[in-house]
């Protein structure tokens, strides 16, 4: 009896797609799932969205050093760069699969079979999802494979007449529409709520406690430091959310639990209708570099997180309040520094006269002075519990960051610029120190090998950062300048250099220039 070898013959040209086809098969049916994922996930929550789910999981399994370096490498742009990356790997895997596919559809549908389990990995991950997230990465998966299996077979054969072109073009059109469709239904219906008009709604803010009126001198922005109040757009933002949160002021809660005499829920009116207060805090991200860009100053509005506290009764032995985002974030704040009432602690629904931005977590967040904001800044806050720090730990405390992140003392040059050249003779020099809830006593600037203390700015509160400026006489040639900062204390900032983990970067912030 003689063996039919065919099935196992080399296959030729005229047996496989080309690569063009092969590969356009597998992107529709990529676009068919992303697209039904992100409709169904309208109406189980945005973050069930395959796309958006697998990069917060890759965020969220990242290693250490490397949330690190993309942070100090790209800034507030590290979330796009995430995104980018992601898509990168994922069309990486989708023409894979269509060139594996090339003679039959098993290999592309095996590998899109495993994008759609990491999709549900990464659903089923999500803090912030109920059991119905799977929907959405259910229905996408089934979507791409059924898609894969129909444009697959709609392909062949591989030297196609008019007609057969004809109908493959028609049904990779179809898809294509259809994806598009399917997403777009769901971008609308996921923003379904206006944040803008419920801003607007909100309107202004007026506190019955309002900010100190700045001193003409709060800043030297003349000589080139930093403004003392910070705007709303200028404002750093780092925070782990890929996709802006919508929350309306209409349906914001807060709940209040855990080691409490009695649980309270506070809603927007609630909040509005108490005693306003406005302070400005000056807010700092651990994440900052010597000499960074992550701090910022603002006035913010709201309401002493202390009274809300104090309503719900802190129970002795609860030393942590454990603050959860709308998104899930989660935070660990030690409870002394809330309900400390020098500190002032604050549930802000406002910032620089207006209500919060949408980045900077409408409708509610908290601010506490003195503190790194990832142990106490949780933004679109609606669920705190008093607990302990041994029972529970916030996002970045399993990720290597320390517990409590106090702020440390620290300064930076503002002016001139590191690799500046400058004109020889009289320069002055200007930047911004800060030691939240403490205050900075002194600033010293070495140039070379002298030390010149520098001129303050007015205080105006121990909360905010303090600006600095000093003029000194630059021979020609080059030069290095350093800067250090003494708080109230008497503390004087180390010279140590530290990396930001895990709670904080030291040393002093040094530039080098030429004059001439």
């Known amino acids: 009896m003689q063996l039919d070898t065919r099935a196992a013959a080399t296959p030729t040209p005229k047996s496989r797609l080309p690569r063009s086809r092969a590969i356009a098969v597998a992107v529709l049916s990529l676009l068919a799932a992303l697209g039904a994922g992100h409709l169904v996930a309208a109406f189980v929550g945005p973050s069930a969205s395959p796309f958006v789910a697998v990069g917060n999981w890759v965020r969220d399994i990242s290693p250490h050093p490397v949330v690190e370096w993309a942070t100090s490498t790209f800034g507030t742009a590290d979330k796009l760069v995430l995104f980018i990356g992601v898509a990168v790997v994922v069309l990486g895997l989708t023409v894979l699969a269509g060139l594996a596919s090339r003679t039959r559809p098993t290999p592309g549908l095996v590998i899109a079979a495993a994008q759609g389990v990491i999709a549900f990995v ?106 003392f109040i910070t705007g709303n757009r200028d404002f750093y933002r780092i925070d782990t959310a890929l996709t802006l949160p ?174 500046a050249n400058l004109p020889k003779g009289r320069t002055t020099i200007a930047g911004t120190a800060w030691a939240q809830t403490v205050g900075i006593r002194r600033v010293a600037v070495r140039v070379d090998d002298d030390w010149h203390d520098a001129e303050l700015s007015s205080e105006v509160d121990v909360n905010t950062w303090r600006m600095w400026r000093v003029t000194v006489d630059l021979k020609p040639g080059n030069h290095r300048i350093q800067v250090r900062a003494t708080d109230d204390t008497g503390y004087t900032q180390t010279d140590a250099l530290a990396d930001p983990a895990p709670d904080g970067a030291t040393g002093w912030h040094t530039i080098e220039v030429s004059a001439g």
């Open 246 to 419: 919508r929350v309306s002021a209409q349906d914001w809660r807060l709940r209040v639990h855990g080691l409490v005499d009695k649980p309270v829920e506070f809603t927007f009116d609630d909040i509005r209708r108490r005693a306003l207060i406005e302070r400005p805090v000056t807010l700092t991200c651990v994440s900052n570099e010597v000499g960074g860009s992550l701090i910022s100053n603002a006035d913010w509005i709201g309401v002493p997180l202390r009274d809300l506290l104090m309503e719900a009764g802190v129970k002795p032995g609860a030393d942590q309040l454990f603050s959860t985002s709308i998104d899930g974030f989660t935070a660990g704040t030690p409870v002394d520094a809330l309900l400390d009432p020098n500190r002032g602690a604050m549930l802000a629904i406002g910032m620089n006269g207006e209500p919060l931005p949408q980045e900077h977590g409408f409708p509610a967040r908290m601010v506490v002075p003195g503190l790194y904001g990832y142990v106490s800044a949780t933004k679109w806050v609606v669920d705190m519990e008093l607990t302990t720090f041994a029972d529970r730990q916030g996002y970045w405390i399993p990720r290597g960051w320390a517990a409590k992140g106090p702020i440390k003392t620290a300064s930076r040059i503002d002016n001139p610029r590191d690799g």
């Open 122 to 227: 990464a659903v089923l991950s999500r803090p912030d999802l109920g059991q119905l997230g799977i929907v959405a990465p259910a229905v996408s998966t089934v979507a791409g494979l059924l898609t894969f299996s129909w444009l697959h077979g709609k392909a062949w054969p591989v030297e196609q007449d008019r007609e057969s072109r004809r109908g493959f073009l028609r049904a990779s059109a179809g898809v294509h529409v259809g994806a598009g469709a399917a997403g777009l239904i769901g971008q609308l219906s996921g923003n379904r709520v206006d944040v803008e008009q419920s801003r607007a709604e909100v309107g202004r803010l007026k506190p019955a406690s309002p900010a100190p009126k700045l001193p003409a001198d709060a800043d030297f922005a003349s000589s080139g430091s930093a403004r």
